[in-house]
């Protein structure tokens, strides 16, 4: 396989999805991993549409990322078809509602920890030697809303994952793989429409445009 292979994590909706969408128009085989079996069929469909000469491909991976059995599989799986990935893209996350920290929810506080914190501290070692072996890269997404009111169990966690993120960066920052943290423009997206209900959303960047200017940085 010469195509340029990429796994996303979050990939049925909002950027994941552009991400998607974008490499596999430009060429890539992305694998679309994503709880919502209905978006990711979604963008199954908007990439067939394209017809594009040379565009890539889709495989779906309907699975969960606080499932560590599934995604064990889906990388050792990923290891004997392709051997390797060139990029990781990391957009899966849980963005509990808006609470004072003394009201948080117990389920929406565990879920939380369980989806931004540690399926992010499981995957890097699953991932790591496949993006290794294709001398490849992996991004995450910034969104510094620690200590702001309200966002105690998004932003403490969300937080932890970009620390994560950047311990493994500088671990592996003479070695590989590359691992770059970005801070994308606000966009329309139903993770931000639950934080800022009401909000004008025509000055905000479509996630089709976002994603274009990230892959460009890569």
């Known amino acids: 396989m010469t195509k340029r292979l990429a796994l996303i994590t979050g990939a049925s909706r909002g950027l994941g999805a552009a991400l998607a ?3 596999a128009a430009g060429g890539w085989h992305v694998v ?6 209905g978006g990711l069929e979604e963008l199954d469909d908007r990439v067939k549409t394209l017809k594009l000469p040379g565009a890539g491909g889709l495989t779906l ?15 050792l799986s990923i290891h004997q078809r392709w051997g390797k990935l060139d990029l990781w893209v990391h957009t899966a996350i849980h963005a509990a509602p808006l ?19 540690r399926a992010t501290g499981m995957l890097i070692p699953m991932i790591e030697p496949l993006l290794r072996a294709g001398d490849g890269s992996a991004m995450f997404f910034d969104d510094p809303r620690a200590g702001e009111k309200f966002f105690g169990a ?6 932890a994952q970009i620390a994560l993120a950047r311990s493994w960066a500088a671990e592996n920052a003479n070695i590989g793989p590359q691992v770059r943290i970005e801070t994308p423009a606000p966009m329309p997206t139903a993770t931000r429409a639950r934080f800022f209900p009401g909000e004008d959303r025509a000055p905000l960047i479509h996630p089709r445009d976002e994603a274009a200017r990230l892959i460009n940085l890569l």
Do not use: F
């Open 32 to 37: 679309a991993v994503a709880r919502t079996v």
């Open 21 to 23: 969408e974008q490499l």
């Open 99 to 117: 609470a004072p920290a003394g009201s948080l929810d117990v389920k929406d506080w565990d879920k939380s920890i369980a989806t931004n914190v």
């Open 154 to 159: 998004y932003g403490a966690t969300k937080a």
């Open 61 to 75: 991976a309907p699975m969960d990322v606080i499932n560590d059995d599934a995604m064990r599989h889906l990388c």
